[in-house]
């Protein structure tokens, strides 16, 4: 009798394990795989982007917010760009929030860590998926002149708001875009790496450039507006050359037929006075 009661302890203990295995399954965090982060069905997670470590002030900025749309939803009234002034962005854009700033006359410190943009996200279904970024420009002034900041790093924090608090990672590597097409589509004068550091980094398997199909390098000048420039003036000189040819062709056809009328009526004149004399 006792044996059959423990059996029936047993089974019934199994019984309940295995459903509370289940529930805790059920409502367990960490459906979604985000930048290696776990964040819950239906749960909100920030995003900051930070910037440090420049070597001058940023004078101005383009950059480019991307998320897959089919697992996050953006809460676009939580866009901040805190500190920055005169900031343009189009938060009504499905799975990218383009940004830019300027502010020539009073440049922003970056030397330290600061944040450039954040954004709160829903999410929406589980799987895996990530929040990336790509910088077009970031340049600072030197000698009254626009330039590339060439030092730089990027990090960015991911803080999940779930029903049993908060969760935060700090200090990570953003992802950077990885989309060829729009790597083309969006490249300027800053050159990306995969690390999110500038050149000052040496070694490391990670810092790694990831850049689009033209670098235009402002602090040497406008590459491509010299070729222009070079192109404008061939194609002038090949001009003038051809219309002075050209000039030289009709003269010489004037002139050179001026002279034979002339050559003409005088050998018509000798003719006259030769016949003349002979007779």
Same mark, same amino acid.
């Given at each position: ?30 459906? /979604? ?23 001058? #002030? ?13 697992? /996050? ?24 929030? #383009?940004? @830019?700033? @300027?502010?020539?006359?009073? #440049?922003?410190?970056?030397? $330290? ?16 998926? @990530? ?116 000039? /030289?062709?009709?003269?010489? $056809? ?18 006259? $006075? ?6």
């Amino acid at each position: 009798m006792m044996k059959k009661g423990f059996k029936i302890f047993v089974s019934l203990t199994a019984v309940l394990l295995i459903i509370s295995i289940s529930v805790f399954s059920c409502f367990a965090k960490g459906v /979604l795989a985000l930048d290696g982060v776990s964040v819950g069905y239906m749960d909100t997670v920030t995003y900051t982007l930070y910037l440090s470590d420049c070597e001058k #002030p940023v004078s101005d900025m383009v950059a480019n917010l991307f998320y897959d749309s089919e697992y /996050l939803e953006l809460d676009k009234d939580s866009v901040d760009f805190h500190d920055l002034v005169g900031v343009a962005r189009n938060v009504d854009l499905d799975g990218s929030i #383009p940004f @830019s700033f @300027s502010t020539i006359s009073s #440049p922003v410190d970056f030397s $330290k860590k600061t944040p450039v943009i954040s954004a709160d996200f829903k999410v929406k279904k589980e799987g895996t998926t @990530s929040i990336q970024y790509f910088v077009t420009d970031l340049d600072c002034i030197d000698d009254n002149d626009t330039v590339t900041i060439k030092e730089y790093t990027f990090t960015c924090d991911y803080v999940a708001h779930g029903t049993d608090g908060d969760e935060a990672t700090e200090n990570a590597v953003p992802v950077l875009l990885d989309n060829q097409d729009k790597i083309d589509e969006y490249q300027g004068g800053f050159v990306n790496y995969a690390d999110g550091q500038g050149k000052q980094v040496k070694s490391g398997g990670n810092h790694v450039a990831v850049t689009g199909a033209e670098i235009i390098d402002v602090s040497k000048g406008d590459a491509t507006g010299s070729d222009n420039n070079t192109t404008i003036m061939i194609t002038v000189a090949v001009i003038v050359i051809v219309l002075v040819v050209i000039i /030289l062709v009709i003269l010489r $056809k004037t002139f050179g037929s001026a002279d034979s009328s002339e050559n003409k009526e005088t050998e018509e004149k000798e003719d006259e $006075k030769s016949e003349n004399g002979q007779e």
